[in-house]
């Protein structure tokens, strides 16, 4: 029980580290880079939309509202996959130096 509830604590804690660090990053790109959509990014919801059924979403705030939700989505991935390497490294360092 007592290591179930460990388990989930540090799940709790890795889904939380990930969630700030990739708000906070997705905030940074937003201030800092963005100060219009990118006309990339613009052709590419719009590709996405009308291949998936969805050409009917025309609205520039609607794009521009896809367009932050994807960047804070790829921010989520990209905090994923710097954290949680991190997490083992850091897990196997602590482990290693108990039991030595």
């Not at 932050?68 to 482990?95: D, E, G």
Request: hydrophobic share 55%.
């Amino acid at each position: 029980m007592k290591r179930k509830l460990l388990v989930i604590i540090r799940v709790i804690v890795l889904v939380i580290v990930i969630h700030y660090a990739g708000v906070y990053l997705a905030q940074y790109i937003v201030y800092r880079y963005l100060q219009e959509m990118p006309l990339w990014m613009h052709d590419a919801i719009r590709f996405t939309l009308d291949n998936t059924g969805n050409s009917d979403i025309r609205e520039p705030d609607d794009l521009s509202t896809i367009a932050l939700l994807s960047v804070l989505a790829t921010c989520w991935i990209a905090a994923a996959l710097v954290v949680i390497p991190l997490y083992i490294v850091i897990r196997k360092l602590i482990h290693r130096r108990c039991h030595a």
